[in-house]
Structure formats: C-alpha cells, structure tokens
C-alpha cells in the first residue's frame, strides 16, 4: 500500500515536472501586481489583455491582478475614459492610469445635438450635477443661482414649493421675461417638478447666436437641462446610489421691530389713541414678539434612490425621489410634499439604428398661506398677546362671541386674540380661517430613433410630451379677527386645469472632415408642437345662510354639500395653440483655428397668438472665433498661457410671453340701445359695436444680441477665464394703454411700441490644483448690468406697475430702468414742525402728484458668485456664497392705512423728531406720512452676500466599506443660507419682492428664506 503511494506521487511528481519545464521552455511567466488612478486609488475592473490573444483578465476590488502570460509579451492595460498603456510583461507590474483628457474633452449641450467646449463659438454657461448635489434645492431653477455668470435667479418667497424667477442676461420686457426651458430636447414652461438629483447638466444659451436656434421663444435666453443616463459600470451589472437628507429650518435673521413700551410711547405721540386707551386694554407686561408666534423650527427629508448600467449596446438610468418639507410657520399651513420617478432607456438594435426614451413624473401636493397674514405679523402690536384662554376674553372678544361671531382657536382651544389697537387682524387667526391646498401632476418625456445611414450622417426624430394636471382648492371659515377681516359663512372654490403639449421634431445632423483639417458640420430639422388647456371653476357664495351643511374642509367642504339656499358659481373654457417651425445650423473649423456657425429659424403661430398675415418670423445668427493659440506665433509666448480663443456673436431672437388670446383681434361688446325707425314709430334695440381697434401688425418681440468674448487657459490649464461683453436691444415691446383718437373712440388694441437696453460685462474664473494628495479648487463669476427703457411710444406717459392703496409703486417708462420705483424723493424733515419734505419736482411751489419721480431700481448692477472646494485622504469641503449689488428695495411693509401698525425701531422710532430733538432723520410719529410712505425714504440698499453652503463630508475607505459589498459610503454635514452680509432691516433682501415683474424689489412682507442645518449620507453599491 505504501509502495503504490510512493509511485503516485512519484508520477505526479514527474508530470508538475514536465509541465514547469514545458512552461519556462514557452517562456511563461507569472505576473502579478496594482493597478490605481493618479490619486493612488484602486481603479476595479481595469482590463489586462496579452497582446494578439485572448489571454487576460481584470483587476479585483482592490485594483489587484494576476496573469499568466508569455515572458517578453505585450500587455493592454485599457479602461474607459483613461489613456491605454501596452508595457512589456513582467513578474510584477503596478501600474497609474491616467485620464484620457482628449476623450474627457468637456462637452456643452446645444439646440439639437452637443459641441465640444473647444468648438463653441457662442456665449454658453454650464452648471454640472456637482454643482447641485448635495444641497437642499427643492426646484432646478435654483440651481443657477451664483454659479454661473450672466444669470440672476429672483426669490419671491421661501415658502416650501415656491419657485424663483430666471432672467439671462437683463431684462427685456414689460411682461414675461422667463428664459424658454428645454428638458432632454422638449420645451417645458416650468421645470420645478424635476428631481434636482437626475440633472446631469444645465446649459444656459445666452448670447442670441447660441439661442436663436430657438427662434421666436429665445429672446429671453434658454435653459437646456440634461437628465441623467446609464454609465458603464466595474461589474458589468450597474450601481445603485441612495441620497438622504435631513434639514432643520428656522429664521435666519428677525427685524426688530418697537417692543410694547416702544410701541405704546410711539402711538400716544402720534395720536392714534390715548394714554388712557393703553392703559385700560394694556397689563403693562404683555410684550408679544409675533415672529416668535407666527414661525417655528421645522423639518425637512429628501430621499433619492437610483439605478445606472450601461455597455457598448445601451444603457438604462431609473430613480425614484421623495421629498418632505413643513415650512416656518406655526402649524401645517404651509407644507410641501413631491413625489418624482423616472426612467431614461437607449439601445442599439443595430449599428445604423438606436431607440431611446424617458419618462418622468411628479406628484406634488402644497398647502399655502395667506399673504397678508405675513404682512400682519410685521404690523400687529406688542401690547396684545396671542390668545386668550376661554375663561379670561376680555370684553371685546366676549362681546364679538356673544353677537354670534365665530373667533378662531388654536390647537388648544384658546382664542386668538383680537387687538384693540391694530385695526386689522391677528396673522395666526387670519391665516387659520383659510384652508388653502394646491395638488399637481406632471408628466414628461420622449420617445425617438436615430439612424445612421451611412458614415457622419444622423437622422433623428422625437416625439415629445408634457402633462400638466391639477388644482386648486380654497376653504374659508365663518370668523372674526376684526372690523376688517371677517367672515360671517364659510366659502369654497376650486379650479381643476389640465394643460398638455405635444411636440414632434425631425432633424438631420451630417459631420465631415476634409483633408484632416477642415471640420464641416450641418443640421437641417423640423419642429411641430401643439398645446392645449383646459380649466373649470366652481364656488359657493354665502347668500345671508350657512353655505355647506357642515363646517368641515376635510369631509363637507365640497359643492355636493352645499345647502339649498347657496349661491354656486362655476366657469371655465378650453383653448389650443399650435406652431410649425424650419431650423438649420452650419458649422464650419479650419485646422482647428477657425470657427464659424450660422443659423436660421423659421417660426410661425397660429390665430390664437398672431393674425394671419403676420405669423412668420425668421431669426438668423452668426458666429466666429479664432483659437489664436493654434498659430505658430504663438510658440513665441510665455510657457505658463496655454490657451486662447477669441469669439463674436451676432444674431435675433424673439419672445412670445406676451402674446397670448387673439390681443390683435378687433373685440365687439353689446348691451346700448339705439332708436330704430322714424319719428312717429320707433322702437328701441339692443346693438353690438367694436370695443377695441384691432391691429393686424401685431408681432412679437425681437432681440438683436451682439457679444464679444474670449476663453483662455494658463498654467497647464489650471486657471481658466472667460470673459464676455454683450449689447442686446429688444424692439417691438407688446404695451397697452395707448391713448385712442376720440374721433375713432374704443380703445387701442395692444401694439409693438417700447424698446429695452441690457448691456453688460460678464467674468468666469476657476483655478484647479493639487498639491499631493490634496486638492483644491475655486471659481468665481461676475456680471454687470446696464438696463434701460430706450423707447415708449408718445402715447403713453408711463405703464403703472405694481400697486398699492392705488399709488403705483413702480412704472415702466422711457429713459428709466424696467419697472423703476417710482414716489417722491424724500429731502429731510422740518426741524420746525416734524414733518417730512420732499422735492418739488415741478418747481410750482407745492407737492402734488406731479412731483413723483424715479427713486430707485430693483435690477442688480453686478452679481456675482464664488465656490471653493477642497478634498483630503477621504475629507470633501465645500465653501459657496452668492450676492448681488447695485439694486434697491422699497419697503412697503407699512402703509398708511394702517396708521396703528407696529414699524421696524431704527427706521421709524430711533432718531425720530420730538420738540426736545428737531435735528432728526425721521419725521415725528405726528406727520403726515401719506406722501412719507410712498417717498425715497422707503427705499433701501438690496446689496448682500450670503453664504449659501458650508459642507463638510467624509468618505469612508474602500477597504472598510468593501467589506459590507457598499462602493462609496460618504456622510456629510452642510450650514445652508446661514449667514447674510447686508445693510437692509427687513427679514431677507433675497427673498424681497412682492414679483418678478413689476412687483420686483418690493418688499410686502414676503415669506422669508430659511437657514438650515443639513445632515445628508451618499450610499453607492
């Protein structure tokens, strides 16, 4: 037995043996070893193939391999997006992969394809998915704010699911000035209901060269947003990454406003009541800060989950979001809650064929808030407290329960208190007596195919959609805040509307090139999109009964429960609008020196927008740039300058906004009566006669854009500058207004008659750099505004803007910027009697209307934008902060009709006149303040810069987290909106403006921007 043992391993003996010298007789050898990036991380799946044969393998998780492989034989190390190595083998081989910079040239998405950055010749900003990762944006449109040049992002409200206003590049309008929004090639009219978490990239098309491929909806600039895609992944099966967020909200800054003894002297002086007044509805402890009442800390939750894989034949991308935000104030009144899913697929099915396709939709349901309930908690007094228990009402609110008067209480069941001094109402009472609720689907995607024929020639079509449906509901319940705000029954109105847009484009793209170095590109298409909307209302109106059966929002607050005796009302109308357009682009480089593009849109509207003899439009554009460094002079200059390209732009763009309704038609109104017959027999009838003139050369507004640039790189590209000035002049504003012949009577119909001017300089910085295994990065952005109202025609004076107690706040007037502020300017206070003077504009020797004139402009001259980011052994810092100079805004917080109000301290109380100090800044609490209210004394610096982000994260090391099959486990910490560098009292000069029109820098007491403190986690396996 021992013997056959001994001849068995003698035999295998023999054969390893055999086997090791038939190895070293063929030269085989194995290798071992490494393979990492240039920041010495393992790279996982990086293919090792001998040369000529189909002998390899690829790295394990930690970036190692093994291989056997003839001695003297070529290995491929080769990976996408990384230069491809071909060494020599060896026992040991630890290899650095280094990126393909020529394959990761960035590239910029363009109307109806992509440009390398290297061939652009027009004036395009770009924001990254990096640059919106991670924050607590809630609607894409902030994700432009401060990272890009040439583009001002105005917040109206921070109210959980409020959306902030775009303007590229100035503005152009009396009207609608919001850029055209371009979602993966479909036009969109409002982007809140994406997923800040599934953009790849936002470009902005700012000059008209780049935009006019858009024709007659580009005047105003254009967004285009890229979702995300599948990529190709390690292990050849895909990535699934989960992002969360937890956010606490609370008030960043609180004007300080009179407390109660403030309050109290201030009014008594003014006398709007007397002493003994205070005293009687007064303790004398009371001292009630209505900030502290009206907001609280709140919460809010971001969830993202999403799936990515991809190889040579397609690609598949699916997320699914959820985000949760209770805003400020007290209570759920002012709640967002949004739902959004996706998909984006591409495949070939052929080398000559490829199908793509994505859909997204959006559930999103938002509870909203009384406005004039904020402006109350500005306005009412210190001397009355929140609520009243019910045992201890005093005798103004036991009287109102006892006249059968319904008073709001709070979840306690305490009354909100009625004031005896402010004589409008209680915020908290106000706004709880309405039930207000807003609910939205939305639905968007494409579905296309590309063809390749034949080699550089691309056909494309895609049919796109976009679904809207909602509505709105509004509950009122019976209640009484004061003299002013009351409600004897209950009310309820709802608006449904559903809106969808279909749009179908067709266009050829060919590429050639030429001898090696002329580039020669086309693209030829055509677009049809037809929009159609509908909406319906209904309400029930107290008639002197209770309206619903039951005071009940949740279960009876419907029309089906409406009593016998309510009066409904219901209306509604379906409309539909249709256009047809041809587009076509050339392009043209030499040597890569050279660059040359034209292109021409064709648009046309149908009735609903424009009249029949006038629905054509054509907008061409032109551009050229000179990459000087390409030229054999350039050998001659300085090592450290790398790289320069000179641009210039010319080209046309219109805007639609304004044109909806058939504004140009001749309208007809009935109801006079005219004598019919003679004399002795006449009877009379009812006649019809034209309303309004009519205007068959209605058109729609045009820009004529010129931009001058340059794009430069130094230091081995780490500094990068981008430099563009631009002159842009938009003709043939849509006004209204103009004054009709009496000859002709009715009135004019709306006609092409003003003109604006932007000019401005526009400034992109970054440097990128590392030193050893730290690296670091910074980049600024700059811009500068110049903005003019240049033409209105003579009919007019001026077109009042936004109002209040019907004085016009602001106007849109020639010579002006767009929609100027507009009051009288304020000179000082009369040391003899306290009362405030101002100028006399007319010099007739008195103060009358005439005398109002420009005090101040809410149009920033600059804003600019820096981010600095730095990345240590694991450790991410991010460092981001925006700002805005140049601008104004006019407080009109307080108004006098509410001479009782509660007023900010230094702007009212402090360094007011009194006989004992006459030498004062404001008036006496006595004056007049009608003309004070509406007067450059109002108007105040808008500057600030606020640092948007503070972050800190941390990633844990791969050999940790491999461990629990995770790829990347980052966990990270942010300050969001902490800190504000400005001058202005008021709660937020971000966020202060009553609009984005003519409301712009008016400050009615908007809600304000939370600050937040963000814990988030980035999970990938």
């Known amino acids: 037995m021992k013997q056959n043992q001994f001849y068995r391993l003698l035999t295998l003996a023999f054969f390893l043996l055999a086997g090791t010298a038939s190895m070293v007789a063929q030269g085989i050898i194995k290798i071992t070893g490494k393979v990492v990036d240039a920041s010495k991380e393992p790279m996982i799946g990086v293919s090792i193939q001998e040369k000529g044969t189909s002998n390899g393998t690829a790295t394990d998780l930690d970036g190692n391999f093994t291989l056997n492989a003839r001695q003297g034989a070529t290995l491929v190390f080769s990976y996408v997006g990384y230069i491809t190595q071909q060494l020599s083998a060896r026992p040991t081989m630890n290899i ?43 609607s894409a449109e902030e994700a432009l704010q401060g990272k890009t040049s040439g583009v001002q992002v105005i917040t109206t409200s921070g109210m959980p699911g409020s959306v902030p206003a775009i303007r590229v590049r100035g503005y152009s309008s009396n009207s609608d000035m919001s850029p055209l929004y371009v979602v993966d ?58 992002d969360f967020q937890y956010a606490s909200n609370s008030l960043a800054h609180k004007p300080r406003m009179m407390n109660a003894r403030e309050y109290a002297e201030f ?159 209680n915020p908290l009472a106000y706004n709880a007596s309405n039930v207000a609720t807003r609910r939205n689907t939305r639905v968007n995607g494409n579905f296309g195919i590309e063809l390749t024929p034949i080699k550089g020639l691309t056909f494309t079509s895609k049919l796109g959609y976009y679904t809207n449906s909602g509505n709105n509901t509004s509950y009122t319940r019976p209640y009484y805040s004061s003299a002013q705000r009351y409600s004897q029954y209950s009310s309820f109105s709802q608006t449904n509307r559903e809106g969808n847009n279909y749009q179908w484009d067709n266009y050829l793209n060919y590429a050639l090139t030429l001898a090696k170095k002329h580039d020669i590109t086309a693209m030829i298409g055509h677009s049809f999109t037809r929009s159609t909307s509908t909406y319906t209302t209904g309400g029930l109106q107290p008639d002197g009964a209770n309206v619903l059966l039951k005071d009940d929002p949740n ?15 219901n209306g509604g109308v379906r409309t539909m609008n249709t256009s047809e357009s041809y587009f076509g682009r050339v392009t043209y480089g030499y040597d890569g020196k050279y660059l040359f593009q034209f292109s021409l849109r064709a648009d046309a509207f149908d009735l609903s927008k424009l009249p029949l003899t006038n629905r054509w439009g054509y907008f061409p554009a032109t551009s050229l740039a000179w990459v000087t460094s390409q030229e054999k002079f350039w050998k001659k200059m300085p090592k450290w300058w790398n790289y320069l390209k000179i641009r210039g732009s010319w080209g046309k763009n219109g805007s639609i906004g304004a044109l909806n309704g058939y504004l140009y038609a001749t309208t007809m109104v009935s109801g006079n009566k005219y004598a019919y017959g003679n004399d002795d027999a006449f009877q009379y009838v009812t006649g019809t006669k034209p309303n309004s003139m009519g205007n068959d050369e209605l058109s729609w507004e045009t820009s004529t854009q010129f931009d001058l640039g340059l794009d430069a790189r130094f ?188 007023r900010i301290k230094s702007e009212w109380y402090d360094d007011r006149w009194t006989p004992t100090h006459t030498d004062a800044a404001h008036p006496a609490a006595s004056a007049d303040i009608s003309k004070y209210a509406i007067s450059s004394a109002m108007v105040h610096s808008g500057a600030y810069f606020k640092i948007k982000q503070i972050q800190l994260g941390y990633t844990l090391p791969k050999f940790i987290t491999r461990k629990a099959a995770i790829d990347r486990l980052r966990f990270y910490v942010s300050l969001e909106d902490f800190f504000t560098i400005t001058g202005y009292k008021g709660f937020d000069p971000e966020s202060s403006s009553a609009g984005t029109g003519s409301g712009q820098g008016v400050d009615a007491s908007t809600y304000p921007v939370s600050k937040k403190v963000v814990l988030g986690v980035n999970l990938t396996f």
């Open 96 to 138: 650095t992969m280094k990126e393909d910079q020529k394959e990761l040239e960035e590239v910029v998405v363009v109307g109806y394809g992509v440009q390398k950055k290297s061939n652009v010749t027009g004036a395009i900003s770009a924001v990254k998915d990096e640059d919106v990762s991670n924050r607590t944006l809630t």
């Open 185 to 242: 090639g479909i036009i969109m009219s409002d982007i809140s209901s994406i997923d800040v978490n599934d953009i790849a990239s936002m470009e902005v098309l700012k000059d008209a060269a780049s935009a006019a491929i858009y024709g007659a909806q580009a005047g105003n600039g254009v967004v285009l947003i890229t979702t995300k895609s599948g990529k190709n992944s390690p292990d050849k099966w895909g990535t699934i990454t989960y």
């Open 267 to 425: 009014m008594v002086d003014a006398g709007n009541f007397s002493q003994e007044t205070v005293d009687k509805f007064w303790n004398g402890q009371t001292d009630t800060d209505w900030f502290d009442a009206v907001y609280e800390n709140s919460t809010m939750t971001k969830h993202n989950i999403a799936f990515s894989s991809g190889n040579e034949k397609g690609s598949v991308y699916v997320s699914a979001g959820y985000l949760s935000n209770d805003g400020m104030l007290v209570g759920n009144s002012d709640t967002f809650n949004r739902l959004n899913g996706s998909v984006k697929l591409d495949y070939k099915i052929k080398p000559w064929l490829k199908v793509m396709g994505n859909a997204n939709i959006s559930k999103m349901r938002m509870h909203g808030i009384m406005g004039e309930a904020l402006n109350d908690a500005f306005l009412m007094d210190p001397l009355t407290p929140v609520a009243y228990a019910a045992g201890n009402l005093p005798d103004n609110m036991q009287t109102v329960l006892n006249n059968g008067w319904n008073i709001m209480t709070d979840d306690a069941g305490d009354y909100y208190s009625i004031s005896s001094f402010y004589t409008f109402s």
């Open 555 to 569: 279960l009876f607050g419907w029309l089906d429960f409406a009593s016998s005796s309510a009066k409904k009302t």
């Open 715 to 902: 230091f081995n590209s780490r500094l990068n500058l981008s430099v563009d000035w631009y002159s842009k002049k938009t003709d043939d504003l849509l006004v209204t207004g103009l004054k009709p012949s009496l000859l002709a009577g009715g009135t004019f119909s709306p006609m092409n008659a003003g003109s604006v001017s932007n000019k401005g300089l526009e400034v992109e910085l970054s440097w990128r750099d590392h030193i050893g295994s730290f690296r670091y990065g910074v980049r600024g952005n700059f811009s500068t505004l110049k903005n003019k109202v240049t033409y209105l025609s003579k009919g007019i004076d001026y077109i009042s803007g936004y109002l209040r107690l019907n004085d016009p706040l602001t106007i849109f007037e020639e010579g002006s910027e767009v929609w100027h502020f507009y009051g009288y300017k304020f000179t000082g206070v009369d040391q003899a009697t306290g009362e405030p003077t101002f100028e006399d504009i007319t010099q007739d020797g008195q103060i009358t209307t005439d005398d109002r004139t420009n005090i101040g402009s809410a149009i920033p001259s600059v804003t600019y934008g820096i981010t600095l980011d730095a990345a240590w052994k694991g450790f991410d810092f991010i460092l981001f902060g925006s700002g805005v100079a140049g601008n104004q805004i006019y407080q009109s917080l307080f108004s006098s009709d509410r001479t009782t109000g509660n």
